[in-house]
């Protein structure tokens, strides 16, 4: 939980939006179960590389796939 809360905080300070953005907040966790985001540097191309995929890291879905601590 921790690393992919810190992702998603993250994910917003880059774009200024969150990762999944559902109609209702069962869509929204629907999104973050079932789908990736997309890349900060396709919301905002000025992402710096680095910073995107640090973010999406951290977003990974599978718990192992993620740092294993911040």
Not at 6 to 35: C, I, K, N, S, W
Not at 49 to 63: F, G, H, V
Request: hydrophobic letters at 35%.
């Amino acid at each position: 939980g921790d690393i992919y809360s810190l992702g998603a905080v993250f994910y917003e300070l880059l774009t200024g939006r969150p990762p999944h953005l559902g109609a209702t907040p069962l869509d929204t966790l629907r999104q973050a179960r079932d789908f990736d985001p997309p890349s900060p540097r396709v919301v905002v191309p000025g992402v710096p590389r680095d910073a995107a995929t640090i973010c999406m890291k951290c977003l990974e879905r599978s718990p192992e796939r993620r740092y294993a601590s911040a």
